[in-house]
């Protein structure tokens, strides 16, 4: 199934924050129609605002649209999926499919939130989906067939590249993934300040920095060499590179512990 095979499905986006245009904006792009998308948020007047923008409409949680989309896309803040997927699931059917980009909130919850034959996924998003970079582990319950992992599949791959995970591995995919965009930030502004420090213009500095930034993953992705050799391409060392590795694996780590901390509180201690 590819992303053509999304343009005759019907979409109800829950939550219209920064995940949730994100969703709008991909889906659009990929030829999904306008008319096939409802979207709803707690904020009435900006689920309103993004429908005149996006061309989509606005529902609520208890229209029929809202209930009897295809594909249920819930991007609200964690604590209130639950609440969400709950207030849902007596009108959900067989073969429809829930998919929660929700950090904290597990499958097992919202499987045992989701009437049975509703098929649940579980999704970390990342940022760069905007633009179709995104790299989105998923997760899949008990109940997803073949079909749906084709058509969450086409779906992601709107938002750009996937790795399927266990829901397990989801709270380390925060700082690997999820939120890393915030951290690899820094990097990028301090080179930009650079290039602008050796005058070049802003959009000249950004353009150098995001480029090396880029080249540098994609030689990653398209070369099987070890990091040691990559980095043996360029014997010059400009950072204390044992520092920079720790600071990263240590920002992902506490990530995931402040995950697990967070989890266990909202769960009662039940995963
Ligand atoms: N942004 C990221 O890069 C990122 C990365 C990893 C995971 N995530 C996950 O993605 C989800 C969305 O993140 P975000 O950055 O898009 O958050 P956000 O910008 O705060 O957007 C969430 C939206 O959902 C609305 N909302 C809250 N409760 C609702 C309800 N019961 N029904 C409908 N809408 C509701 C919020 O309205 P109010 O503001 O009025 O409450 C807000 O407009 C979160 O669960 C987060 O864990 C995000």
């Given amino acids: 199934m ?3 095979s999304l343009s005759n499905k019907r979409f109800a986006i829950i ?6 245009r994100i969703l709008i904006t991909r889906l659009l792009a990929a030829g999904v129609p306008a008319g096939q998308i409802v979207i709803c948020d707690a904020d009435v007047a900006r689920g309103q605002a993004s429908a005149a923008e996006f061309g989509v409409t606005a529902v609520t949680l208890t229209d029929e649209a809202a209930c009897t989309a295809d594909l249920i ?3 609200p803040a964690p604590q209130a999926v639950p609440a969400v997927l709950q207030s849902l699931s007596p009108r959900l059917r067989q073969g429809q499919v ?4 929700a950090a904290l909130i597990s499958l097992a919850r919202l499987e045992n939130i989701a009437p049975p034959g509703v098929a649940v996924v579980r999704v970390m998003p990342n940022a760069p989906s905007l633009v179709g970079a995104g790299l989105n582990p998923v997760a899949y319950g008990a109940t997803a067939t073949q079909e749906t992992r084709e058509l969450v599949t086409a779906v992601l791959a709107t938002l750009g590249d996937s790795i399927e995970v266990q829901d397990e591995q ?3 995919c925060v700082g690997l993934s999820g939120a890393a965009m915030r951290s690899l930030l820094p990097v990028l502004e301090g080179m ?4 602008e420090a050796a005058g070049l213009s802003p959009a000249a500095a950004r353009r150098v920095a995001a480029q090396v930034m880029a080249g540098t993953a994609v030689l990653v ?6 990091f040691s050799e990559m980095k043996a391409l360029t014997p010059m060392q400009t950072v204390d590179e044992t520092a920079v590795t720790q600071l990263f694996y240590d920002a992902a780590r506490s990530a995931k512990d402040k995950m697990d901390a967070i989890q266990l509180k909202l769960e009662g201690g039940v995963r």
């Fill in 221 to 226: 992705l398209n070369t099987d060499l070890s």
């Fill in 98 to 101: 829930v998919v929660s980009f």
């Fill in 73 to 75: 896309l819930l991007s």
């Fill in 192 to 195: 930009a300040q650079s290039g």
């Fill in 2 to 4: 590819n992303t053509n």
């Fill in 170 to 172: 989801m709270n380390w």
């Fill in 15 to 20: 939550g219209v924050g920064n995940i949730g």
